[in-house]
């Protein structure tokens, strides 16, 4: 069965220090994954999201995350926090071949000035 | 465009009432999915449409339908509301599913008292 790990259930973190919420997966297949972040009382927003080729991936506001499949992990990270970072972050797997998603539990990111 | 929208954004039940939740979507996106995202539990998948005319079982669909009459709608449907399922529900669309972005909704805020 498909499965994703965020060991963290709250991550602290100064601003301007760097960041990074952990994601760890289990599928079978080669892993599509993704980041969502989502602020106070909103829907989830896409971040970024891994499918083939460079281990490395840029995505929106900043953040980056790797994808490592030796330690099937896909960490999520960003040089320089900013207090405006503080959010509800979520990481997805879609197994390959699969129409849907499947959820980790979050991780709540605060950003102290 | 709205991009996805929910209709109603709160909502409150006693035991054994009905009600339905809606979603629309002006993206033309073929694939449709409700979720439910309870405390320390993430998102759960609960049902999802791949295209008009069809639906499907996520994780959690027990006590819950659903319809996709037409492309850009799907409705969840309560038949008879429970306190368990208490929660805050997302409706999301995505083009094609698998690798695609899913683009989600504000949310609806339920409570079953």
């Known amino acids: 069965a498909q499965s994703v790990a965020q060991p963290e259930d709250q991550v602290n973190v100064a601003e301007g220090n760097p960041l990074t919420v952990k994601c760890t997966y289990s599928?079978?297949?080669?892993?599509?994954l993704f980041w969502y972040v989502q602020y106070p009382n909103r829907g989830l927003q896409f971040l970024l999201k891994y499918i083939t080729g460079d281990n490395l991936v840029k995505g929106s506001y900043g953040f980056e995350a790797e994808f490592n499949k030796s330690q099937t992990s896909f960490h999520l990270k960003k040089p320089s926090a900013l207090v405006s970072d503080s959010a509800l972050y979520f990481c997805?797997?879609?197994?390959?071949?699969?129409?849907?998603?499947?959820f980790g539990t979050g991780t709540r990111l605060l950003v102290s000035p | 465009n709205a991009g996805v929208t929910q209709t109603p954004k709160f909502r409150v039940l006693k035991t054994g009432q009905s009600m339905t939740l809606l979603c629309a979507q002006d993206?033309?996106?073929?694939?449709m999915y409700w979720y439910r995202q309870d405390p320390g539990m993430g998102l759960r998948l609960i049902h999802y449409s791949v295209g008009e005319g069809t639906t499907a079982k996520g994780e959690v669909p027990d006590g819950y339908n659903v319809s996709r009459l037409k492309k850009q709608n799907f409705l969840l449907g309560l038949e008879s509301a429970a306190p368990s399922q208490t929660s805050v529900y997302f409706c999301a669309s995505t083009l094609t599913g698998g690798t695609d972005t899913q683009y989600f909704g504000p949310g609806t805020r339920l409570t079953v008292l």
């Open positions: 993206m033309n996106h073929e694939y």
């Open positions: 599928v079978s297949g080669n892993p599509y």
């Open positions: 997805a797997v879609s197994p390959t071949g699969f129409q849907k998603l499947v």
